[in-house]
């Protein structure tokens, strides 16, 4: 009796579309607020400071737009030419941007005044990158140089010119701001050591490249060109791990989630994706109405803001609970105290957390301890009492049948124990997942009690449209059966011709 095993409830596959833990996150960011620029978004760059203002590039000026507000706080328009990759510095004081006559400038974020202007490229400054000591600036061109300056002096500190084509991206590693990573048209992706000046790693991404990111760690770096996402594993010599081709059209943009554990990409195929970075899978993804150009997340995971071909800028926003923000806050409990004891009692997992479950004992049900006792019809009477789902009344009937139970169950009731029966028969025969063994109960049932008939108007009423049922729920089986067949030999016809 000890090694009873509990009544095994049916399952049947998850129907196409489900709303998935990852959907049902990405469905919280409202629906868009859109604001029409003059010139294709070529730039969204977050401030890592709160609250987290961000930097739109386009046409001949940087605005600088409120998280809060979603209106422009401030407006940068002191370009000779259109303006490229404005991007806040890591304090959220400076601004530095590219323009197509070749400047790299650097502006004052309260004031806007321009602070520094570094000269010396002599075509188009698509990548301009604060360094993370703040010291420097990267910068990378249509002529085919990579520069690295010294902020104070506004001079190059190192030049590269390994490149056979424009370069369109770049970055310098937060763990070692001695690496510089860059992409190029030439379909070449370069690791560069400033204190070295030379190139140490080369990468053949395979087409034009337009946008790289790299991993927390710095030991993996992603690569955006044409349709395809490649992820380089840097401590192994640049060897590629994983490549992802789920865009119909190029990629032009990249970025992740605050915690770096999703990865998002924008596409000229009108969409963005949202690729788990444990797996690298597709877990979401979002349709806009214009070529996606440019990308970007706040820190905190509040704001997606999305910049368009068109000149449309989408704006969404996550909005947070009460007691999400005070969860998020970090609190600092001395030692030995009440609170200090309970911190983390109350944590929530993540989607992507590993949990462990405690080894519960679990309480059998009523209907499963009636079986362990043999007793069929009282179990049978338990589970169509209650408030179970029909999947569990389904369950028990096929395990009955499986222990050549079903006849002793359904034998021997009375007006009342038979009611419910035949309502739960009259109520889900017509449904197709439990159409074919249900048919075969209720068959049975009629078989059992045809000779009461006449006995109770009720049990006669309720009867006559059982049987009623099972016949319709017959010949509409034996329809679908003739359709299926008539398909199958038009395929074959269709095959031999």
């Known amino acids: 009796m000890s090694d009873y095993r509990k009544v ?7 129907a196409a579309g489900r709303k998935s833990a990852e959907a049902t996150y990405w469905r919280k960011f409202q ?3 859109l604001v029409k620029e003059y010139a294709s978004i070529s730039s969204i760059s977050f401030s890592p400071i709160s609250p987290y203002d961000f930097a739109v590039t386009s046409s001949t000026r940087v605005q600088v737009y409120s998280t809060r507000s979603h209106t422009v706080k401030k407006t940068i328009s002191r370009f000779k030419d259109t ?9 959220g004081k400076l601004l530095v941007a590219g323009d197509a006559s070749g400047l790299v400038q650097l502006f004052d974020l309260n004031s806007r005044a321009i602070l520094r202007t570094l000269r010396g490229h002599d075509g188009a400054v698509h990548v301009a990158k604060f360094s993370p000591d703040h010291m420097q600036v990267l910068s990378g061109s249509d002529d085919k140089t990579v520069r690295v300056w010294d902020v104070p002096t506004e001079t190059p500190v190192v030049i590269f010119g390994e490149h056979e084509d424009y370069v369109r991206a770049g970055l310098v590693s937060q763990e070692h ?3 510089i990573a860059t992409g190029s048209y030439d379909h ?8 070295s000046g030379e190139c140490t790693m080369t990468m053949k991404h395979g087409a034009p490249v337009e946008s790289l990111l790299m991993f927390p760690g710095s030991g993996l770096l992603a690569s955006a060109g044409g349709n395809s996402v490649k992820i380089w594993d840097l401590l192994s010599g640049g060897r590629m791990i994983q490549g992802l081709a789920n865009h119909q059209k190029t990629i032009t943009c990249m970025t992740f989630d605050g915690s770096a554990s999703r990865l998002l990409t924008g596409s000229l195929d009108h969409h963005v994706k949202v690729y788990s970075t444990r797996d690298f899978k597709v877990v979401h993804n979002i349709k806009y109405p214009a070529p996606v150009q440019s990308i970007g997340v706040s820190p905190d995971d509040t704001h997606l803001v999305v910049g368009m071909n068109s000149g449309l800028l989408s704006m969404r926003q996550r909005l947070l609970k009460t007691e999400d923000i005070a969860a998020a806050k970090q609190k600092d409990f001395r030692r030995a105290t009440k609170a200090y004891l309970k911190r983390g009692s109350e944590y929530q997992p993540e989607v992507h957390d590993i949990r462990v479950e405690a080894k519960r004992r679990r309480q059998l049900a009523a209907y499963d301890k009636l079986m362990r006792q043999f007793r069929y019809g009282d179990a049978l009477d338990a589970v169509l009492s209650g408030s179970h789902r029909p999947i569990i009344i389904v369950s028990l009937l096929e395990e009955l049948h499986r222990r050549q139970g079903l006849r002793i169950a359904l034998s021997g009731r009375t007006e009342k124990s038979l009611e419910p029966v035949l309502r739960f028969l009259m109520k889900n ?7 074919p063994f249900l048919v075969k109960v209720s068959e049975l ?7 009461i008939m006449g006995e109770s108007y009720v049990i006669d009423d309720m009867f006559s449209r059982l049987r009623q049922k099972v016949h319709t729920e017959i010949q509409t089986q034996e329809k679908l059966l003739e359709w299926l067949y008539s398909i ?9 011709e």
């Open 8 to 14: 095994p409830v049916k399952r049947f596959p998850k």
């Open 488 to 496: 199958y030999f038009f395929d074959v016809n269709d095959t031999l």
């Open 177 to 179: 701001p001695y690496l």
């Open 31 to 33: 629906a868009p607020i």
């Open 445 to 451: 049932v009629l078989d059992m009690y045809d000779r």
């Open 83 to 91: 303006a490229y990759s404005g991007t806040i510095r890591g304090d």
């Open 188 to 195: 070449t992706v370069r690791l560069w050591d400033v204190r």
């Open 429 to 435: 025969i017509t449904k197709p997942r439990y159409a």
